[in-house]
Each structure stands twice: as C-alpha cells, then as structure tokens.
Nanobody, 116 residues
Framework: QVQLVESGGGLVQPGGSLRLSCAAS?????????MSWYRQAPGKQRELVAAISSGGTANYADSVKGRFTISRDGAKNTGYLQMHSLKAEDTAVYFC?????????WGQGTQVTVSS
C-alpha cells in the first residue's frame, strides 16, 4: 500500500516562507515517479502548482514562478515544495501527487494560510 503524507503547512504572514514535505511510503520508488504539488482554495478548482519529472525537470505555474521551488530526495523518498514571498492568494490546501504509468497517488493535503 502506497501512502503520501504531506506536512509543513501552517499560518504565515505575507512575505514569509514555508517548506512543505511529501513523505512516500510503501511499494514506491519515489524518484521514478513524476511528482507534483497541487493546491485548492475554497470555492476554486484544484490547480497544478509545480511538477518535477523523474529526470529532474521542473515546471511551475506562472503564479508561483520565481517564488516556489520543487525538489525531492530519493534517498528519503520525500518531495518538497519550498515557498518564499508568500501572498494571501497562495492560501489553499496543498496536495502531493505521484504518477508513474497507471499508478496515481495523492496525499491528504496540508493547509497553508497566508494572513497578517
């Protein structure tokens, strides 16, 4: 059974930083999967924030380019989303996703709230 567990969310002031983690467990070699971070704000659709391929190529939504960085540690089977210069509009539940062929796994999400 594969499980993805996000952590690191919380309340932060505008301009602040957070680092989200996505720990993978079970029968998964995390580094071979395409890993993505999505977010969903109240009343809005889930949107792709950032993704990293098995080869290490990263892509970002325009709204977070230059502020967020996606990465992963294969040895720890863990992915990360480093977020800087946070804005109120970044407030959402952030989800980790891992895809390889027909396998598609989601975490339960972690809340990020940006507010003064």
């Amino acid at each position: 059974q594969v499980q993805l567990v996000e952590s690191g969310g919380g309340l932060v002031q505008p301009g602040g930083s957070l680092r989200l983690s996505c720990a993978a467990s079970g029968r998964i070699i995390f580094s071979t999967y395409r890993m993505s971070w999505y977010r969903q704000a109240p009343g809005k659709q889930r949107e792709l924030v950032a993704a990293i391929s098995s080869g290490g190529t990263a892509n970002y939504a325009d709204s977070v380019k230059g502020r967020f960085t996606i990465s992963r540690d294969g040895a720890k089977n863990t992915g990360y989303l480093q977020m800087h210069s946070l804005k109120a509009e970044d407030t959402a539940v952030y989800f980790c996703n891992a895809v390889w062929n027909s396998a598609n796994y989601w975490g339960q999400g972690t809340q990020v709230t940006v507010s003064s």
